[in-house]
């Protein structure tokens, strides 16, 4: 039962940077795949980022460029660092974590706001 716990949310001002980190409780092999997720107030929640365990990543169309996902095993941390934040980066990040026979695991996300 690996648990997630995301931290390095806040108040930034646009143009500002911010990292964002996911740390797993257990053995972070046993995720396929992780993810960072967002979901702001009347939108869908939408993927913002993700990484496979060969170190593949994608990336929202909305923050290419800009945003970057990275891992560190032996701290069995994910990092989402944020560079050029907008105002529509507002919204609430949540770490995902992708296991076998598609089983999620959700933090319990962390507060993003960009003022302008």
């Known amino acids: 039962q690996v648990q997630l716990v995301e931290s390095g949310g806040g108040l930034v001002q646009a143009g500002g940077s911010l990292r964002l980190s996911c740390a797993a409780s257990?053995?972070?092999?046993?995720?396929?795949?992780m993810g960072w997720y967002r979901q702001a107030p009347g939108k869908q929640r939408e993927l913002v980022a993700h990484?496979?365990?060969?170190?593949?990543?994608t990336y929202a169309d909305s923050v290419k460029g800009r945003f970057t996902i990275s891992r560190d095993n032996a701290k069995k941390t994910v990092y989402l660092q944020m560079g050029s934040l907008k105002p529509e980066d507002t919204a609430v990040y949540y770490c995902?974590?992708?296991?076998?026979?598609?089983?999620?695991?959700w933090g319990q996300g962390t507060q993003v706001t960009v003022s302008s």
């Open positions: 990484i496979t365990n060969d170190g593949s990543t």
């Open positions: 257990g053995d972070i092999f046993a995720f396929v795949a």
């Open positions: 995902n974590g992708r296991r076998l026979g598609r089983i999620d695991t």
